[in-house]
């Protein structure tokens, strides 16, 4: 019997595990677009976005943080995006890439809050 619920536990964490690969996988699939738009689905309700060299800013709403993206990707002319890294624990996950233009290549940091069986951007910075 032990054994039998040993492996429904590891059955369960199995599924949930590819839930969150697979959830991430849009997002990254997002970001291989170059399209703001199809990023902003994945926002939050209220997003925290740093900018290169310009001010972090707490708590953008979800529009605001979508033309802010957006402006900066026709600024820098952003073409590409690599995944570099993901990982997470419990109900928090993050994404570390790298977006591209062809000549230049930013660092991204890309954090995932899990609400309501979906993930959401919650924190985005480019350096």
Do not use: C, P, W
């Amino acid at each position: 019997m032990r054994k039998i619920i040993f492996l429904l536990f590891l059955m369960i964490g199995a599924v949930i595990n590819v839930q969150a690969q697979t959830e991430t996988d849009r997002v990254v699939k997002a970001f291989k677009t170059g399209s703001a738009e199809l990023i902003a689905e994945h926002f939050d309700e209220f997003v925290d976005l740093k900018l290169l060299d310009k001010d972090e800013v707490k708590n953008m709403s979800k529009n605001q943080a979508e033309q802010a993206l957006k402006s900066f990707y026709a600024e820098k002319e952003i073409k590409g995006f690599d995944k570099v890294s993901e990982g997470g624990k419990g109900n928090l996950l993050y994404i570390l890439g790298k977006l591209t233009n062809g000549n230049k290549v930013y660092s991204i940091t890309i954090q995932l809050k899990q609400k309501a069986g979906n993930l959401h951007i919650i924190t985005m910075r480019i350096s």
